[in-house]
């Protein structure tokens, strides 16, 4: 079946970095875009973007275009999403999800950012 | 980029009551709209696409309807497991923006 999975949670400080990883299975990684998508502590969903699997290229929407990168590893199936020079406001649950339609969801990755 | 409105943002309901959620869009979308339900906790899940077309799996309970920029998700004779948040999601351009949400309480 298929199924995405997340990398787990991390607690880092401000100003660092870190890769989330989103590993697929049960289908042909590169028929399908990945996008993600972030939500805050008890706010709603918010769109960052997407990857198509194809040719590697990112769409960042405009929150998302100074310190975070879609990347991919294909041969590993795997989707990765880095977030540099971390903020407090960075603090959120991350997800990826498959295809435009977003038919099927990783679990989450928690990300905590505190000094 | 597109705007999409939901409302309401909570909504109080018995167990087998129907609700409808709204969702305006601030242009059209052409019927590329999708609803996915979250539980607390969990991932979201697709329910409808394309406005109108429901996910594989998800019950016919649940309905999609519209056209152009206002639409709507109409779930009818409310399950205990049908309790949690809902958004829409313009799907037909980049930025692809969510609605702010539903969250769908048991009265």
């Known amino acids: 079946q298929i199924q995405l999975v997340q990398s787990g949670p991390e607690l880092k400080k401000p100003g660092e970095s870190l890769k989330i990883s989103c590993k697929a299975s049960g289908y042909t990684f590169t028929d399908y875009a990945m996008q993600w998508v972030k939500q805050a502590p008890g706010k709603g969903l918010q769109y960052m973007g997407w990857i198509n699997t194809q040719t590697g290229k990112p769409t960042y929407a405009d929150d998302f275009k100074e310190r975070f990168v879609f990347s991919l590893e294909t041969s590993a199936s795997t989707a990765y999403l880095q977030i540099n020079n971390l903020k407090n406001e960075d603090t959120a649950t991350y997800f990826c999800?498959?295809?435009?339609?977003?038919?099927?969801w990783g679990q989450g990755a928690s990300v905590t950012v505190s000094s | 980029d597109i705007q999409m409105t939901q409302s309401p943002a909570s909504l109080s309901a018995s167990l087998g009551e129907t609700v409808t959620i709204e969702c305006l869009a601030s242009e059209d979308i052409y019927d590329i709209l999708a609803w996915y339900q979250q539980k607390p906790g969990k991932s979201p899940q697709l329910l409808i696409y394309?406005?109108?077309s429901l996910h594989t799996g998800v019950p016919s309970r649940f309905s999609g309807s519209g056209s152009g920029t206002q639409y709507s998700l109409k779930i009818n004779s409310l399950q205990p497991e049908d309790f949690a948040s809902y958004y829409c999601q313009n799907g037909l351009s980049a930025p692809r923006t969510f609605g702010a949400g539903t969250k769908l309480e048991l009265k």
């Open positions: 999800a498959r295809s435009l339609r977003m038919d099927a």
């Open positions: 394309d406005a109108s």
